[in-house]
């Protein structure tokens, strides 16, 4: 069989990140934290005490007190900020897949995280509804 000209050039994936554009995407630039390693797109992130980005799910000290950073962004680009702060550009705002966030490992995303990601302006559902 001759298959002169016939090649493979490449592929396509689907990104499930986005569960529909009802809502408007928005973005912005934020500093990510050093110590938070390779970040994946679609990682979930929360604003520590600082006002830094850090993984959804980091837990800081404030008044000799363990306490949760707050739901705010989504990343919208890969980012290393292993050793250092790094700035990166995050989804304000849109509409997304809960399941395809990333959150830090032993960590699962709660109510109360939902609703803090609906008042900044990030609605997340459980599928593709669009």
């Known amino acids: 069989m001759n298959i002169t000209g016939r090649e493979n050039v490449g592929a396509c994936a689907p990104e499930f990140l986005f569960a529909s554009s009802k809502y408007p995407v928005s973005k912005v630039l934020m500093p990510v934290a050093s110590g938070e390693g390779k970040l994946k797109r679609g990682t ?50 849109g509409h997304f897949i809960k399941n395809a966030l990333v959150v830090k490992d032993d960590y699962t995303m709660t109510a109360a995280d939902v609703e803090e990601f609906r008042k900044a302006g990030i609605m997340l559902d459980n599928g593709i509804v669009e």
Do not use: F, M, P, Q
């Open 44 to 93: 979930a992130l929360a604003l520590n005490t600082a006002g830094k980005c850090v993984i959804l799910g980091t837990k800081e000290t404030v008044k000799d007190n363990e306490v949760l950073a707050t739901a705010a962004y989504i990343l919208a680009e890969d980012v290393d900020a292993t050793d250092a702060d790094v700035t990166a550009e995050v989804y304000r705002s």
